[in-house]
């Protein structure tokens, strides 16, 4: 995998556990060039460390939520950068007394929000993306087998992780033919910073492992290789997916 002279931009870092983590990592180690973003002033200290190690170029505020910081990111980048070769979309939320009440349950402020940071984000990025993709690119983003099947203790993420899911292959079709790719990484169940907001969650952990193939997960690492692959020449004809990288984890029972 070769990505140099390739930039790309990576929305969701939260600490060095992040898969996001994972993948400027194998980003950076193929060669190409990095603009990196953190939620707030808070999350500030616990990212620049790991921006600073990949090299990154640019280090931008991105609250998704909050109108009009999205575009600025890449307002900069048009600024700075002119163009842009892939983004990597990492992000999602849920209101916790949703996320932990039954779907049958959820609010309908819950379920917008929920929708908003974790679907409808993606397909903002990519709107504001593809005039900068001016030589085609990759556009990815983050999802979880919960999307597909009933996933104890996932419950509001599993309907928005679905929307998700549809919201790929509708972009992969309208991108297409300006070379631009739009697939998604499906992990298992990882330790991060957001999976430790599901209930139950070390549990649901466990039994992923016990359910694996060689009872044992995938790493951030892991998510990482797939991704820059994904970002690079080598994976051109692939677009419109969903792409497992969970030890085998979904195909079982």
Known sequence: MDLTGK???????????SIATGCARAYRAAGAELAVTYLN???????????????????LPCDVRAEGELKGVFDTIR?????????????????????????????????????????????????????LMTRGGSLQTVTF????????????????KAALESSVRYLAAELGPKGIRVNALSPGPLKTRAASGIDRFDEMLERARQRAPEHQ???????????????????RAMTGNVEYVDAGVHVME
Not at 7 to 17: C, D, K, P, T
Not at 41 to 59: N, S, T
Not at 217 to 235: H, K, P
């Open 217 to 235: 997960l995938a790493t951030i690492d892991d998510v990482g290789a797939l991704s820059a692959f994904l970002a690079s020449d080598r994976a």
């Open 145 to 160: 087998y919960g999307s597909e099947r009933v996933v104890e203790e996932y419950n509001l993420m599993g309907p928005v």
């Open 79 to 131: 600024e700075r950068w002119g163009q842009l070769d892939f983004v990597l979309h990492a992000i999602a939320f849920a209101p916790k007394e949703d996320l932990h009440a039954r779907v049958t349950d959820c609010s309908r402020g819950g379920f917008a929000q929920a929708m908003d940071v974790s679907a409808h984000s993606f397909i903002r990025l990519a709107h504001y993306a593809e005039p």
């Open 7 to 17: 930039r790309g931009l990576v929305i969701g870092i939260a600490n060095q556990h």
């Open 41 to 59: 002033e808070k999350a500030r200290p616990h990212v620049e460390p790991i921006a600073r190690d990949v090299g990154a170029q640019l280090f």
